[in-house]
């Protein structure tokens, strides 16, 4: 009676895993575009992963900056007569350097905003450069502000 239990359930198993292995290639053969396209979709996600996290990845950028500690500041007079800043110059630039805007710098120092836009401009002159910041951070470097 055993002997012929065993028969039936490996033939039935057998049975069952010829079919599933005909399902199997029937649902290959008739959708084998969309498993490829699957794929192929599946590839390029996982290459676009790759790429953004390769191009997005962040770089460390080391500033070095040249610190004056324990030195009282001293404004470097040389450089103040080679670019031929005014004394009202070195004030706005100062302003501009704490942060103010045009206005803020034109009320405290009871001018016109027309006024502390002319020193403005002229101050990108002489320092030849284009933006406030840029000129603050070239006063900086020259010792003209603290």
């Not at 101050?123 to 406030?132: E, G, I, P, T, Y």
Request: include cysteine.
């Amino acid at each position: 009676m055993n002997r012929n239990i065993i028969i039936y359930g490996v033939s039935l198993g057998a049975l069952l895993t010829f079919l599933k292995w005909i399902e199997y290639e029937f649902l290959v053969r008739a959708h084998a575009s969309d498993i490829y396209m699957g794929l192929l979709a599946l590839l390029f996600t996982v290459l676009g992963l790759w790429m953004g996290r390769k191009l997005t990845r962040k770089e460390t950028i080391t500033v070095e900056k040249v610190v004056y500690a324990g030195m009282p500041f001293q404004k470097n007079e040389q450089a103040l007569s080679e670019l031929g800043l005014s004394r009202r110059e070195c004030e706005v630039l100062e302003l501009m350097a704490e942060g103010l805007s045009n206005q803020e710098i034109a009320d405290r120092l009871f001018v016109s905003l027309h006024t502390i836009k002319t020193h403005g401009a002229n101050l990108f002159l002489k320092l030849q450069v284009s933006r406030r910041t840029q000129a603050v951070s070239r006063a900086k470097e020259l010792r003209l502000i603290p």
